[in-house]
């Protein structure tokens, strides 16, 4: 039985490096119409939630504007540039990011709650 090939457009990699946070070509074309960010982590489950937010909801007052993060994206590749971001996920997870180097990490797309999860037990 012959199985085919078929690219998942829904799963890619996210590194973090010690001042910000990188999704790949296939993560950021699920977040390229995103206007704003929201991120959460969940010590217990090891993830990490990546909330894509369009215009009109992020501008509704319904989160405070200090939750709010500017995701740029380019072509190849989508950043979350704070350290205090960065800071955040270290103090949460324990981790300790090479100076010189990332941490990468799986990371999928959720359509229909419009997150990116990030599992950091399932470091590369």
Excluded at 25 to 48: G, M
Excluded at 53 to 73: C, F, N, R, T
Excluded at 98 to 111: L, S, T, V, W
Excluded at 117 to 123: A, H, R
């Amino acid at each position: 039985m012959l199985e085919f090939y078929e690219n998942d457009k829904f799963t890619g990699y996210v590194s973090i490096y010690t001042s910000y946070l990188l999704l790949n070509k296939s993560l950021i074309n699920c977040f390229n119409d995103a206007y704003r960010v929201r991120l959460a982590c969940d010590k217990e489950k090891n993830e990490i939630y990546l909330f894509k937010l369009d215009k009109d909801e992020a501008l509704s007052g319904v989160y405070p504007e200090s939750s709010l993060l500017k995701l740029h994206i380019t072509k190849t590749y989508g950043r979350i540039s704070q350290r205090s971001v960065i800071e955040f996920i270290e103090k949460t997870f324990s981790l300790n990011i090479p100076k010189d180097g990332f941490i990468k990490y799986n990371g999928k797309y959720y359509e229909d709650k419009k997150l990116i999860i990030i599992k950091i037990e399932e470091g590369l």
